[in-house]
Nanobody, 114 residues
């Protein structure tokens, strides 16, 4: 049974930082590229960042230079370091495999106040 458990969200002022974590179980983590998505109220879920199984990363234009995705295969965990946060980054953040889509976890809420 695959589980994706996101954590690390919270309330932060604009310009602040947060580090999100996503712990995966039930998969051979090291072979999966991993994605971070976010969904703001009334909007579609959007891809924020991706890291391949070999560690190559790619970010959406809206977060380039501010967000960094990384992974620790020993801990079956993918991270999203978010710096210089803006109110428009407010959303529920989710992770999932880039190799195949599993059931979504509960996500973690990020709220950025102006």
């Amino acid at each position: 049974q695959v589980q994706l458990v996101e954590s690390g969200g919270g309330l932060v002022q604009a310009g602040g930082s947060l580090r999100l974590s996503c712990a995966a179980s039930g998969i051979v983590f090291r072979i999966h590229g991993m994605d971070w998505y976010r969904q703001a109220p009334g909007k579609q879920r959007e891809l924020v960042a991706r890291i391949t199984s070999s560690g190559t990363t790619n970010n959406a234009d809206s977060v380039k230079g501010r967000f960094t995705i990384s992974r620790d295969n020993a801990k079956n965990t993918v991270y999203l370091q978010m710096n210089s946060l803006k109110p428009e980054d407010t959303a529920v953040y989710y992770c999932n495999s880039a190799l195949r889509r599993f059931d979504w976890g509960q996500g973690t809420q990020v709220t950025v106040s102006s």
